[in-house]
């Protein structure tokens, strides 16, 4: 039995409880760093954490049209071993394109909004409360066709994602200079044992 399979269910309910709403248009500014924020030297053991749901590490991207980004849960935030934990509110219009995750599987639960998600060669509309599984590999698409933004959580089982959307995003507050093709290719070329697209 992996280690999804033991606890994801658990885990997965208590994450959504402590991010629900924190990326949410017209949500409530950042607190102070909490305990989840970046970990300093020390142990190597993964530190427990409760997050409200304006906590963790708010990002922005440049790319998805400037997307609002947290990233709760990972080894920087938490000391996780395995587990990633991210949420954003992608814009209306925009979409995360065909891309597919080779080292890790995704779980993705929408929850405000509404969209259109592509696993491989199917589609289907996905509204709030929806989850989509994603085994690694599998190519994945997913796009806002609602009229507010399309807010997400995501759950990866492994690490390494992690990295790609904090070399593909600012710190919040920092000024939001989008990517050029090539430099977008360039960090995407980086990243290809975490996230390989469709059109590099």
Do not use: W
């Not at 924190?22 to 760093?33: E, L």
């Not at 814009?91 to 394109?97: D, K, Q």
């Not at 599987?105 to 405000?112: A, K, L, N, P, S």
Request: with cysteine; hydrophobic share 40%; aromatic share 4%.
């Amino acid at each position: 039995m992996t280690t999804i399979s033991k606890c994801g269910s658990v885990l997965l309910t208590l994450l959504i409880a402590a991010a629900a709403g924190s990326c949410a248009a017209g949500s409530a500014p950042a607190r102070s760093p909490s305990s989840a924020a970046r970990v300093t030297a020390g142990s190597d053991r993964p530190i427990p954490v409760i997050l409200a749901a304006d906590e963790g590490e708010r990002r922005t991207r440049r790319t998805l049209g400037g997307a609002r980004l947290f990233v709760k849960v990972d080894p920087e935030t938490a000391r996780s071993p395995e587990f990633v934990m991210t949420m954003e509110a992608i814009p209306v219009g925009e979409a995360i394109p065909l891309h597919a995750h080779p080292s890790a599987d995704e779980i993705i639960f929408i929850h405000r909004g509404s969209g259109r998600a592509q696993l491989d060669t199917r589609s289907s509309s996905v509204t709030e409360g929806a989850t989509i599984y994603i085994p690694r590999s599998t190519r994945v698409a997913l796009r806002n066709t609602g009229s507010q933004p399309l807010v997400i959580i995501a759950i990866f089982s492994q690490t390494g994602f992690e990295s790609y959307l904090r070399d593909t995003s600012v710190p919040a507050g920092q000024p939001v200079v989008p990517l050029t093709p090539a430099q977008l290719r360039s960090v995407r070329s980086a990243h290809e044992h975490d996230i390989v697209f469709e059109n590099p």
